[in-house]
């Protein structure tokens, strides 16, 4: 198996230790065991579990930041409609890959490491930046409330997401968070749609 493939592989796998059994079972041992190999063939394309997690980190970034350079390439629709967007297509990511969920939200996770921190933050902050551009956008259009200003509205939104991901998460990922994320969503943009 060629390196990058081998790569993912360990990625996928500690993705899945991940979402079953959280971040404190993501061990090298672990992670070799579950991959097939022995702990030093892990060793030769991760050094070290923090290297894993800051891998992980990084994809989801990238695909975050490839979603939301999608919706910004999109100049036909409103930006209210770029606010929904971003927050349907993180919710829909992160329904999918619920391990990307378990990396970010777990509170063991940022006290390791500044490469860690430092991309949980890359992460949040790509999310507030691009959802405080649309909302500035659409407060400039006169599409969403002026009342607010656009940090205070995103942080708003980004807090009842979390809130909702923290929900699934500790409740075993047994709910239907697709359904009910696009339900908060809707709400979400009810408290924020300029009153007509």
């Not at 979402?19 to 993501?26: F, I, R, S």
């Not at 800051?54 to 350079?69: G, H, I, N, Y």
């Not at 409609?81 to 777990?106: K, M, W, Y």
């Not at 995103?154 to 709910?175: K, Q």
Request: hydrophobic fraction near 45%; charged fraction near 25%; include cysteine.
């Amino acid at each position: 198996m060629k390196g990058i493939e081998r790569q993912q592989e360990i990625l996928l796998a500690a993705g899945s230790i991940l979402t079953e059994e959280g971040v404190d079972q993501l061990t090298i041992k672990n992670l070799a065991s579950r991959v097939g190999i022995v702990e030093s063939a892990l060793y030769r394309h991760f050094a070290a579990k923090d290297d894993i997690l800051a891998a992980l980190l990084q994809e989801l970034f990238d695909q975050l930041e490839k979603m939301f350079s999608d919706i910004k390439s999109n100049h036909a629709a409103p930006p209210v409609e770029n606010v929904r967007q971003t927050l349907t297509c993180h919710l829909g990511f992160l329904a999918d890959h619920p391990h990307f969920l378990v990396a970010i939200f777990s509170e063991g996770l940022q006290s390791y490491s500044d490469q860690i921190r430092s991309r949980i933050f890359k992460i949040m902050d790509l999310m507030r930046s691009t959802l405080t551009q649309f909302m500035e956008q659409a407060q400039q259009a006169g599409q969403v409330r002026t009342d607010l200003s656009a940090e205070s509205a995103v942080r708003a939104m980004m807090g009842a997401m979390r809130l909702l991901f923290l929900e699934w998460r500790m409740d075993g990922f047994s709910f239907d968070i697709q359904a009910k994320g696009e339900r908060q969503i809707a709400e979400l943009m009810l408290l924020i749609t300029k009153i007509q």
